[in-house]
């Protein structure tokens, strides 16, 4: 399996400021993702996290609001920017094309609770 | 855009029953199926999956059913503990889908004891 770190683990923050999370994974990784939880809701994909390269954004979601970084195998950054009440949510962090396991079974990480006022 | 969907909402077992949590799904191109549990404050965690070509899959105490010709999926939960107190997500992956997973809507798991 994979052990996957996300930081913060939660965070109040002000409206039009920006918050960055960080999401490490103890081995190397061929993919990693991206989700926002929404209270009670299920898990929507925001992006895939390219290493190297840009991310791939689904739709709804764009690059301004949430920029990504991926410099290498087992680390990424999403940032929430310009935050307004409704980005409060749960980001989660998560990694598939671990070794030893199927391609497409993911691993993610406890999560970053966010709230904006 | 395609969708994976759950018919209840909520489901509320006595202990020691049997759980049985349905999904329906949309995109008929999907050819990877899996089950994640959720517990408070965690993120989803593995349960077992199933390729499209299976429609049966046994793990320990639980089973996945996959029957393709209605795009239904279903995760039973023998001798359910109060363990398995959590939500639950049914999901899917497509080939050319870039190994990216789709989630349902979930459904909610109540263990009475």
């Known amino acids: 399996s994979a052990v996957i770190s996300q930081k913060p683990s939660r965070d109040i923050c002000q409206r039009g400021t920006s918050l960055t999370i960080q999401c490490q994974v103890d081995?190397?990784?061929?993919?990693m993702f991206w989700y926002r939880q929404q209270p009670g809701q299920s898990l929507t994909l925001i992006a895939t996290?390219?290493?190297?390269?840009?991310?791939?954004?689904e739709s709804g979601f764009v690059i301004d609001k949430f920029p990504i970084s991926r410099p290498n195998l087992t680390f990424s950054t999403l940032t929430v920017s310009n935050m307004s009440p409704e980005d409060s949510s749960i980001y989660l962090c998560s990694a598939s094309g671990i070794p030893g396991q199927t391609n497409e079974k993911l691993f993610f990480g406890s999560g970053t609770q966010l709230s904006v006022l | 855009g395609e969708s994976v969907g759950l018919h209840l909402p909520t489901l509320s077992v006595q202990e020691g029953d049997n759980s049985i949590i349905n999904c329906a799904y949309s995109?008929?191109?999907?050819?990877?199926f899996i089950w994640y549990k959720q517990e408070s404050g965690k993120g989803p965690q593995f349960i077992i999956d199933i390729r499209s070509n299976m429609d049966k899959r046994q793990g320990q105490r639980v089973t996945v059913l996959l029957n393709k010709t209605v795009k239904h999926l279903s995760l039973q939960i023998a001798a359910t503990q109060p363990g398995d107190s959590a939500v639950y997500f049914c999901?899917?992956?497509?080939?050319?889908?870039?190994?990216?997973?789709?989630f349902g809507a979930g459904t909610r798991l109540f263990v009475k004891a």
């Open positions: 999901a899917e992956n497509s080939p050319g889908g870039g190994f990216k997973t789709i």
């Open positions: 081995s190397q990784v061929t993919m």
């Open positions: 996290a390219n290493q190297g390269s840009e991310a791939t954004y």
């Open positions: 995109n008929s191109a999907s050819d990877y």
